[in-house]
């Protein structure tokens, strides 16, 4: 088809949907290739584009005093007969026509709308690209033709495929499938978008393809049956298929004869509005299905114009293609006829029938898809050539700020322009390009509808699309979609189940990463959202809980007053102070008898006092640690027992030194042990802890810690002695006065018995050693509080063992025999002996 015009377009349709090849041999005359199986809605797109050129030629603001015309081609469905047609195009017609008075020749093809094919587009643009020659594409989708390196003057009305597969993932990621199927047809379009589809959903986290299979061409019914039962194996319940109608027949044929229901099937543009599949039989397997469909547009005076085509009676072109849609339409032939048509009962065509009379989807304009990208198409080329013929001389893009003009116009410098090109159709969608030649991608989501009375309607349910400010958006109304399911709820499409908070997942070896166990996290590890890769550790003073699902405080533990070990070990000190509170007041109401006096009382009311600190200081270890508890509690304790033990062996010394001034000569030992000697040796075998205990403070101090290396859970607290040797000292300096004391005390043990304290002081040194050398291993295998508790035991313990040892006797002869207190007895005890 071709009318005059200043500025030509050409066109190329699919105006049937498949050709004849007759079989050549090297004898046999050579024939034209024969085009078959007229399509009414492939010549609704052709009449589309001369539609709207007609619009245009008659809007004054839009390229004023310039005709356009077009040059329309049927591409037969065939790449040879298309590629041809685009050469066609791209070398200009024979026919002369009038520009100007002084300009004859053949009408320049500035730009191409078309081709409806992947394949046809790359095999076209390939060549006409080396012109730059604009080739705007209304249905060839494949992301390839977004290459600009090859690619130079390739455009496209309709999303590339690429946009089509984030539309697919993003609907995949609304309603949770994780797990799905692909199925492509094999070709440029299903092998494009089966590498992007792939790359994309491992990109954007979106899920894993439990398989992926190729859809073959032609009557392949083994390869069919094949991919059929790997549907059934299959665990996903979502299917998406990148295929044309052809593939789709074949592969429902399969499905329907292995009966293979409760699958939702997604489907991509090229089939989610096929009418052919939208049969009652086929409804139990493809109801509910959600697909991908180009943007339905609004063309005002459409359908007015395809009622007003007449064919031209008068033209013998057998290859007219009103002349071919007429006889399609009302079963006639146009004169003459073929051979024994009338005689089989033919009408002729007289080109002045009604098409309202006849039902032909040619007049449905209800659900302009194709032909709405057509428009835009059409329109995009008008609206680039009106911007380059409003160029001023002198502020032109070209060579020396020139501009283009339409006696010496050249495709490329339309091009120019196109890229550039923005303009809203009347139905409000905005229309340009970006630098790979799309436009602004829109498709609309369908839902196949079952509807009760065993029909079908394909419904729109909602909106993908990427704007210039806000990028990608999905709009779905969930409440519209049929689901083809017993529960009307969206199917569940996982490898595995989701991991619930307190678990991680662990991908199945040599399986997709959506295939995984959910394992519990360790201790001391959570997690706290669904599906999480790894557990996260608990911060330092933290535990996780029994769910592992977040972190709960660790439990602290130290010996508390509180507790009942605490309670007695405070009962025991509290119950030793008090008994050396008592002793002290017997021995100070007794002071004057010779029992208290025996061996210097002061060293007596001493030892009671440091004896009463040893109690006392035993509850620094107990409570919550801190610093100066820390500091003080060994301190105290070193201190409290070098004073008692240091009292111990003065009076031990003071008794030996007295049985040797009994004997001849002996006198003068006791001159070195007055009351001045002893409170001095006293003083200064303190003075040495004191000394000890202040450089360890000073240098490692003891301070409080937080152990968690006995109990995941717990914190305990204690206090880390700082220093080792620091701690060593001061215990060794407390064994060492021991040691000697004992020593000396059991060198005493026979004297006479009016000195019989030696024997008290030995055995109360004995237990004290005793106690103190059990102490060493207890305390060290001891974790925690235990540790404390060891130690506090063995304070209390040999402080007991002293206190009953050294004044228990003296206390029974004051208060139970006290005719035993008197000089006379305790001397008379000595002659008996």
């Not at 295998?781 to 040999?798: C, H, M, Q, R, T």
Request: aromatic fraction near 12%.
């Amino acid at each position: 088809m071709h009318s005059p015009g200043d500025v030509i377009l050409g066109g190329l349709f699919e105006v049937h949907y498949t050709s004849f090849f007759p079989e050549l041999t090297f004898t046999s005359t050579p024939h034209k290739l024969s085009c078959q199986g007229f399509d009414p809605p492939g010549f609704r797109h052709a009449m589309t584009m001369a539609f709207a050129i007609d619009e245009i030629n008659k809007n004054p603001n839009l390229l004023p005093n310039v005709t356009l015309g077009y040059s329309l081609y049927d591409n037969c469905a065939t790449l040879v007969i298309g590629f041809s047609a685009a050469l066609s195009l791209a070398t200009g017609r024979d026919e002369q026509f009038l520009l100007q008075d002084n300009c004859f020749g053949s009408p320049p093809v500035l730009g191409i709308v078309g081709d409806s094919f992947s394949t046809f587009s790359i095999a076209t643009s390939d060549v006409i690209g080396l012109f730059r020659l604009p080739l705007v594409s209304y249905f060839a989708t494949c992301s390839c033709l977004s290459d600009r390196q090859r690619f130079p003057s390739f455009f496209r009305t309709i999303p590339s495929d690429s946009f089509q597969v984030h539309a697919m993932i993003q609907i995949l990621k609304r309603f949770g499938w994780t797990w799905a199927g692909l199925l492509v047809s094999d070709d440029d379009y299903g092998l494009h978008v089966a590498q992007s589809f792939q790359t994309e959903l491992v990109q954007s986290g979106g899920g894993c393809l439990a398989y992926s299979e190729i859809l073959p061409w032609g009557e392949n019914q083994a390869e069919f049956r094949r991919i059929v039962e790997v549907m059934k194996k299959s665990t996903a319940r979502v299917v998406i298929v990148f295929a044309h109608q052809i593939h789709m027949i074949q592969l429902m044929e399969e499905v329907v004869k292995q009966n293979v229901t409760g699958l939702q099937w997604m489907a991509s543009e090229a089939w989610t509005s096929a009418a052919v599949l939208q049969q009652p039989h086929l409804m139990p397997f493809l109801g509910g299905t959600l697909g991908i469909a180009i943007r339905r547009g609004e063309i005002s005076g459409l359908r007015d114009f395809l009622l007003r085509i007449r064919p031209d009676i008068n033209s013998n072109n057998e290859n007219n293609m009103v002349r071919q849609f007429w006889e399609h339409t009302f079963e006639c032939r146009f004169a003459p006829p073929p051979a024994g048509w009338v005689e089989a009962g033919g009408a002729l065509c007289t080109g002045e029938e009604d098409l309202e009379t006849v039902e032909t989807e040619f007049l449905d304009v209800s659900n302009l898809r194709p032909e709405y990208n057509i428009y835009k198409a059409v329109y995009a080329l008008a609206y680039a050539l009106n911007d380059m013929l409003q160029c001023e001389p002198g502020r032109g893009p070209f060579d020396r700020y020139s501009c283009a003009s339409l006696q010496r116009l050249e495709p490329w410098q339309l091009m120019y322009y196109l890229e550039k090109v923005t303009f809203t159709t009347s139905f409000g969608d905005q229309v340009s390009f970006d630098k790979n030649g799309d436009a602004l991608p829109i498709y609309d989501i369908m839902n196949w509808l079952w509807l009760p009375d065993g029909g079908t309607k394909v419904q729109n349910v909602g909106v993908v699309k990427k704007t210039t400010f806000s990028g990608e958006e999905l709009t779905l109304d969930e409440n519209k979609i049929f689901w083809n399911f017993d529960s009307n709820q969206p199917p569940r499409s996982v490898c595995s189940e989701s991991c619930p908070p307190g678990t991680r997942m662990a991908r199945k070896k040599g399986q997709p990463k959506c295939c995984f166990d959910c394992v519990p996290c360790s201790e001391g590890k959570f997690s706290n959202t669904t599906d999480s890769v790894e557990c996260i550790s608990c911060p330092e003073d933290f535990w996780s809980s029994l769910q592992r699902d977040h972190c709960i405080p660790k439990i602290t533990e130290f010996l508390s007053y509180h507790e009942p070990l605490g309670i007695c070990l405070t009962t025991a000190s509290l119950l030793g102070t008090f008994i050396c509170t008592v002793v002290l007041g017997i021995f100070t109401c007794h002071r004057s008898t010779p029992v208290v006096r025996a061996n210097n009382s002061e060293l007596s009311f001493l030892l009671l006092v440091s004896l009463k600190l040893c109690f006392l200081c035993s509850l620094l270890f107990i409570g919550r640690p801190r610093l100066w508890t820390c500091q003080l509690r060994h301190a105290a304790f070193g201190i409290s027992f070098v004073l008692s033990v240091s009292c111990i062996l003065v009076k031990t010394m003071v008794v030996l030194a007295v049985f040797k001034s009994s004997k001849p000569g002996g006198g003068a030992n006791l001159k070195w042990f007055g009351a001045m000697q002893q409170r001095g040796t006293v003083f200064v075998l303190t003075c040495v802890q004191a000394a000890i205990c202040t450089v360890w403070i000073v240098t490692a101090s003891p301070v409080p810690h937080k152990n968690t290396q006995y109990h995941n859970n717990k914190i305990i607290y204690e206090c880390v002695v700082g220093s080792t040797i620091g701690f060593a000292l001061l215990l060794g300096y407390i064994g060492l006065l021991a040691v000697i004391s004992f020593l000396l005390a059991f060198l005493a043990r026979n004297l006479p018995d009016s000195f019989n304290e030696a024997k008290l002081i030995t055995f109360s040194m004995l237990i004290f050693c005793a106690v103190w050398v059990a102490f060493v291993p207890a305390y060290i295998n001891s974790p925690g509080k235990y540790a404390d508790a060891v130690e506090i035991f063995a304070i209390l313990s040999s402080s007991f063992g002293l206190l009953v040892a050294l004044f228990g006797p003296k206390c029974y002869i004051i208060l139970l025999r006290p005719e035993r207190n008197t000089k006379k007895a305790i001397m008379g005890r000595g002659i008996k002996s």
